[in-house]
């Protein structure tokens, strides 16, 4: 049986604080958040940094608030005090005061200024996306460099879709490698693969989303067709990096029996991938299409025990080592 993927891929013991090359640590890009001590994107304990926009629309998406190019406000009522601070300081008039007392945005109106978010001290307002620096965000992740050494872990880019901003993107992962920082990158695979290309030479380990197999299912449940995700899954793999594809489940979506048929028929076309990460869909995003003022299109059933381990099963009667949930 063959062995997961992932291990380091060079020493992540290096020294860290030294100074970066000026062009990479003043790049800058659309960072949504950082989350620290994650376990479940690579191997070891990581950061994962989340960047600002994607362009794809997936139905299921569980994190609305990296689609945008540009800054999110999200609005909790359930914190509000109602001091009306935020009435006040809105130059647009943009938020409101509904027939029931309900404080409510108007998301035609505002213009993401922020001045809200300043003057509310419940926090009931919040900016989702930042404008950083290479610097500051490694900055940020070396503070948990001992578990990274400890763990294996390492810094992990997710999005939204980190090759929406190539650029920033390319000169993170450079400045991980310099600070000898293990890197992974999860991707939908959708971009020139020019672009995808420019980023392996700094990534340890690729984690590509595949969604659905079928051409036309993919294009009606994302918004792109899957042909140039595909053959970039088949050039990254001949390339040589460690990669480790990872498979939402989704019941009436993906789910079916074909489906993975069909993904095992081309991972055996191409060869050396070992792992395949089965991910349970989940409704745990849909309060935060809430809190953006969208409407959650997909209520769907969670999949059954049952049925991700008889998938689980099929690949790794295929071959492949299976983990449920990354």
């Given at each position: 049986m063959a062995e997961p993927v992932g291990s380091l891929a060079r020493d992540a013991s290096g020294p860290s604080g030294g100074a970066l090359p000026a062009e990479i640590a003043g790049v800058t890009g659309f960072v949504s958040r950082i989350r620290r001590l994650a376990i479940h994107d690579g191997p070891g304990i990581r950061s994962v940094v989340f960047l600002k926009g994607c362009p794809l629309r997936c139905a299921w998406c569980a994190?609305?608030?990296?689609?945008?190019?540009?800054?999110?406000?999200?609005?909790?009522?359930?914190?509000?005090?109602?001091?009306?601070?935020?009435?006040?300081?809105?130059?647009?008039?943009?938020?409101?005061?509904?027939?029931?007392?309900?404080?409510?945005?108007?998301?035609?109106?505002?213009?993401?200024?922020?001045?809200?978010?300043?003057?509310?001290?419940?926090?009931?307002?919040?900016?989702?996306?930042?404008?950083?620096?290479?610097?500051?965000?490694?900055?940020?992740?070396?503070?948990?460099?001992?578990?990274?050494?400890?763990?294996?872990?390492?810094?992990?880019?997710?999005?939204?879709?980190p090759l929406h901003q190539p650029e920033f993107t390319r000169a993170l992962l450079r400045a991980c490698r310099l600070s000898g920082l293990h890197t992974a990158m999860e991707t939908s695979g959708y971009s020139d693969w020019e672009i995808l290309q420019s980023v392996l030479a700094d990534l340890d380990l690729l984690l590509y989303d595949v969604k659905h197999m079928d051409a036309q299912q993919h294009e009606a449940l994302t918004g792109v067709t899957n042909e140039g995700i595909l053959e970039n899954l088949r050039r990254a793999i001949r390339s040589g990096i460690s990669t480790i594809v990872r498979v939402p489940v989704i019941p009436g979506i993906n789910a079916a029996a074909d489906n993975f048929r069909a993904l095992a028929r081309l991972l055996h076309e191409v060869g050396s991938i070992r792992q395949i990460d089965l991910l349970p869909y989940h409704r745990l995003g849909e309060a935060t299409y809430a809190r953006l003022g969208k409407a959650y299109a997909l209520t769907l059933p969670l999949p059954t025990e049952e049925h991700l381990q008889a998938l689980a099963e099929f690949l790794r009667s295929e071959g492949f080592v299976v983990t449920l949930g990354g």
């Open positions: 994190a609305p608030e990296t689609q945008a190019d540009q800054a999110d406000l999200e609005h909790f009522p359930e914190r509000c005090l109602v001091c009306d601070e935020c009435l006040r300081v809105c130059p647009e008039g943009a938020i409101r005061v509904e027939s029931d007392g309900r404080r409510s945005i108007d998301r035609q109106t505002c213009t993401l200024c922020g001045r809200c978010v300043e003057v509310c001290y419940a926090e009931a307002l919040r900016l989702v996306g930042v404008r950083r620096t290479v610097a500051d965000v490694l900055a940020e992740c070396e503070r948990d460099r001992v578990f990274y050494n400890r763990s294996g872990g390492g810094i992990t880019l997710s999005g939204g879709e």
